[in-house]
């Protein structure tokens, strides 16, 4: 069974990852995924009871005050949970009740540290001026110790645990520090360090839960609740009760619960949560709408078309959230790197506070520097913000149109130097235009085109469907209509034989190209219609936008003939086109790009691309149309427009960019403050800045990406 769990009250990102861990090495639990961002825990089990607790036993081992629960969506009116007997039960007033509860207790509890930690800031300062007067040692001793106590009770409380298990965490280094201090008769810095650290987590935890808000956000494109029409009477009733086919009404500005087709009504439907795309849509009976699209100023009547569960709004919100299960290199390297990092560091400030004064004396001195060292070791700053640039990075995607479904992906699509794409549907619109007549013996264009449509209004090929829809005149009036497949159609006119299709109805003595359709009256050839797939009105910016952005190489691959592909590669400015393929032609074709040493994104929309999207680095589906196609996509245009892939780039590549830039920037200053240390150089309180300042700054410029437009 596949389980999400929500782990309230879990704070320190680096317990997380000692939780993930300790959870996957235990017998019974399959992929194993701790998401920081929203407490949500994935895995798998084969047990059908009692997991929870198993669960909340292993997180104990580790970290006190989580609370380990189902996970439960706060804007749903009714939660469903899983129970011991093995059925469902509704449970809304208790959930309600517990996330009330839970959240109370939460702030009232922040709400009492943050007075304490004011307090114990009036205590700190009195402690300095105590200790730079040089008034007296004891004073100073007892007004730092009320500080500490005041602004970093539950600090030690933790750290001292923390020692007992024999467990290296930020609460551990804290407390080792201040004792030291308080050992080493400096006071007043124990209590700066307390108080620092204290400021530190207090602007740490509201960046972290500010972000946290913003990825709630969102989830929350789904409606609750739908207005159906039951024997003539309006009633409202939950969303997810509503059966496929029922009729309901969708008030101004109201977000459309399901997806469903208008019945009644004209006016504009702002699609951006679904589609990105800021520009609103015009409705009128007959319009499909899809579930998280808000509506306008006008009353609709609709009937819809998918059940709660399976509406676009319900398979976005899915997507987004299994995304944060698939990590990228970064988060995985960083996870590793966590359990390394810290014992390291503690073993080099034991080495400085020890080795150095066997040489050159002063242990006092040396054991202050080696605590400087110590409490810079905590690898938070860089635990949490990896993982929360990717998460946001998927959110501002998701928000734009663009589902990237995890880490991964994103890092895949940010190295990318090569886009495949797909022709019918893709790049072009999947519908055929006329793009040139030809007349032949003293016709017009236009009677070309009337005799072409009058005798191909009977059929129902897609080449006739376009040739009847170009003309707006009046059909002349034909006889004896005959279809051979794959030859053409023949009509009757004014006691002459009318032929249309392609080359094939050609005699020997004409050539004939394989996009053309051909007229004949009497066996002569007196037109030639030439048509072709339409293409996508944003396709040509699409390709000169990522050619601006370095992509490399732009291909086509399409099964159309090599003369329609030259022609729309030409358009386009493609670097290369393929035509006249199968689907494992196109597999082999991206297989071998990819063996050349290339980063591969491929875009398409059929069934028949799921196994080239598959084997793509980077593959996009486009619309939520296909499943299949969806399924085997890394990445999925909602609009069905080609105008987000730009936008997936530069989001991929900024994502990436942010949390290299977090790596890197406290390495350096965690860096900085050792070797500062190690010159005597450095004071602890620089450290706990080292600390819990460098993760607020990187936790805010991960944020960022979350607002980005681009």
């Excluded at 070797?675 to 990187?698: E, P, R």
């Amino acid at each position: 069974m596949r389980y999400k769990l929500c782990m309230n009250g879990l704070d320190c990102a680096n317990c997380a990852g000692k939780i993930e861990k300790a959870i996957s090495e235990t017998e019974g639990f399959e992929n194993v995924s701790l998401v920081f961002a929203t407490k949500a825990l994935y895995f798998e089990h084969a047990k059908d009871d009692d997991v929870i607790a198993e669960v909340q036993q292993i997180t104990d081992s580790i970290e006190d005050g989580v609370t380990v629960t189902e996970y439960e969506h706060r804007h749903n009116h009714k939660e469903k949970s899983h129970c011991h007997d093995g059925h469902c039960g509704c449970h809304e007033h208790e959930h309600h009740e517990h996330d009330h509860d839970h959240h109370h207790e939460h702030d009232e509890g922040s709400r009492l540290s943050n007075i304490l930690l004011f307090v114990a800031i009036g205590f700190g300062v009195a402690a300095l001026v105590l200790d730079i007067l040089s008034v007296n040692a004891i004073a100073t001793a007892i007004v730092s110790a009320v500080a500490i106590i005041l602004s970093g009770y539950k600090v030690c409380i933790n750290g001292v645990k923390s020692l007992f298990r024999l467990r290296l965490d930020e609460t551990t280094l804290m407390t080792i520090a201040v004792i030291a201090a308080f050992c080493l008769g400096q006071f007043a810095e124990g209590a700066m360090v307390t108080i620092l650290f204290g400021i530190g987590e207090m602007l740490e935890d509201k960046a972290v839960e500010s972000s946290r808000k913003s990825i709630e956000k969102l989830a929350n494109i789904q409606a609750d609740t739908a207005n159906v029409v039951i024997d003539g009477v309006e009633k409202l009733i939950d969303a997810e009760d509503v059966a496929e086919g029922s009729d309901i009404i969708i008030k101004p500005h109201e977000r459309i619960p399901l997806d469903c087709v208008v019945t009644d009504g004209e006016g504009a439907v702002d699609a951006s949560a679904i589609s990105g795309e800021s520009i609103p849509l015009d409705c009128k009976p007959g319009v499909e709408l899809l579930s998280g699209m808000m509506n306008g100023d006008t009353l609709l009547k609709a009937r819809t078309t998918k059940s709660y569960h399976d509406s676009t709004a319900s398979r976005i919100i899915k997507l987004v959230e299994e995304a944060s299960v698939t990590k990228s290199r970064n988060e995985k390297l960083i996870s590793r790197f966590a359990s390394v990092y810290t014992p390291i560091v503690t073993l080099l400030s034991i080495a400085i506070a020890l080795i150095p004064p066997l040489f050159l004396g002063g242990f006092d001195v040396w054991i202050y520097r080696g605590l400087v060292c110590l409490v810079a070791s905590c690898p938070c700053a860089i635990v949490i913000s990896v993982p929360l640039a990717y998460y946001s990075g998927i959110g501002a995607a998701s928000k734009q149109g663009i589902l990237i479904k995890g880490g991964r992906y994103l890092e895949a699509l940010a190295a990318c130097d090569t886009v495949v794409f797909d022709k019918t549907g893709t790049l072009t619109e999947g519908e055929l235009e006329i793009v040139s007549i030809v007349p032949y013996k003293n016709y017009t264009k236009e009677q070309i085109l009337a005799l072409a449509a009058g005798v191909e209004k009977n059929s129902g090929h897609p080449i006739a469907r376009a040739i009847v829809e170009a003309y707006s005149g009046e059909l002349p009036e034909m006889t004896g209509y005959s279809e051979t497949t794959a030859h053409g159609v023949t009509a009757a006119y004014n006691g002459r034989k009318i032929s249309c299709g392609g080359r094939r109805i050609l005699p020997e003595k004409y050539g004939g190209k394989p996009s053309a359709v051909y007229l004949l009256c009497d066996g002569e050839l007196i037109g030639e219609i030439e048509v072709r797939d339409k293409l996508r009105a944003e396709a040509a910016d699409v390709t000169k936008a990522l050619k601006k952005l370095g992509v490399k190489k732009l291909v086509m691959l399409t099964g159309d003939d090599k003369r329609n592909a030259d022609a729309v590669s030409a358009e386009l400015g493609l670097d290369e086109t393929k035509a006249n393929l199968l689907p494992q032609d196109k597999l082999e074709y991206v297989n071998s790009i990819k063996s050349g040493g290339r980063a591969v994104s491929f875009v398409g929309d059929g069934i028949n691309d799921a196994p080239v999207i598959t084997a793509a680095d980077c593959g996009f589906a486009m619309g939520l149309g296909s499943d299949a196609a969806i399924a085997s996509a890394d990445a999925v245009l909602t609009s069905g427009n080609l105008s987000g892939l730009p936008r997936a780039f530069r989001i991929a590549r900024k994502t990436v960019s942010t949390a290299k830039t977090n790596i890197i920037f406290a390495l350096l200053v965690k860096a900085a403050v050792i070797v500062l240390a190690f010159f005597g150089l450095a004071a602890i309180w620089m450290s706990v800045i080292a600390d819990t300042g460098v993760c607020m700054l990187c936790v805010l410029w991960a944020m960022r990406i979350l607002r980005s437009r681009s």
